[in-house]
């Protein structure tokens, strides 16, 4: 009885969960010392859906999807608590909402159907951007709070880390060799982001590039794993961040 009772549970979450993200955040506008709470609670929330989207069982795979979706949503409610304009924070919640609903609807096609889908695609998406939205974060918190940058770098460091395994884990790299590597990723992209940190550049702009840095040292790292590492892979890569760069660095100053 009790584990049917959990099954309809899990079942209402999993199509309820993005909303009450949403109604959760409109709480913490009412009483901004609740964010954290509401944090909290949204991570609650996210385990029936994520039980719900893995078929109803725990395994690593499951344990990886729900941090990946965690580590976004968190870094998606620090990062709008930042953002003043309500036309922009409505843009942002609707593509965070149809993000969420693709992500769990994608995941339990994939892993209950067994049908071919953009979930891995989508998953990577989703540690770009909650990479993005920590990077940015940090940024934001340290210009307007003007906090000193070190234990901010350190959580950060701590979030992509433990991001970049759930990452491995649901793209299937979970070779023991290679588990060295996944705080490495979250090491060098800290690195450019203590190097950004020393510039006088908007927050968005500095997000942006931590970004950029960690899709490029992920994809770098993909192209490894696979043994595809081929002269015009790694070209085309090099030119995208390269051209990516200059576009950000010279749009910088209308953000």
Known sequence: MLKKNFAILSSLFFWLAPLLFYFGWRIAVIYP??????VIAACIILIPAVYEAVG??????AAAIFVNLAVLIASFYLFISLIASPWVLSLLWLIMLWHLYRYLLF????LTANQDNHFIPI???????????????????QSFLSLSPWPLLAALLVLLAINTQALAIIQGWQHRRYRIIWPFIAL????ITMMLSLLPLNYLISGILSALAYYSAV??????????????KIRNYAWFTAISL???LLSARWL
Do not use: D, P, Q
């Not at 998953?123 to 918190?141: E, N, P």
């Not at 060098?188 to 690195?191: H, R």
């Open 33 to 38: 010392r609740s964010l954290w709470i509401v």
């Open 56 to 61: 109803r069982r725990f395994s690593w795979l």
């Open 107 to 110: 995941a339990k096609r994939s």
């Open 123 to 141: 998953a990577f998406a989703s540690s770009l951007a909650a990479s993005f939205f920590a990077a940015a974060s940090l940024f934001g918190l």
């Open 188 to 191: 060098f992209t800290v690195e």
């Open 219 to 232: 994809n770098f790292t993909r192209l490894y794993l696979e043994n595809n590492l081929k002269r015009h």
């Open 246 to 248: 200059a576009i950000i």
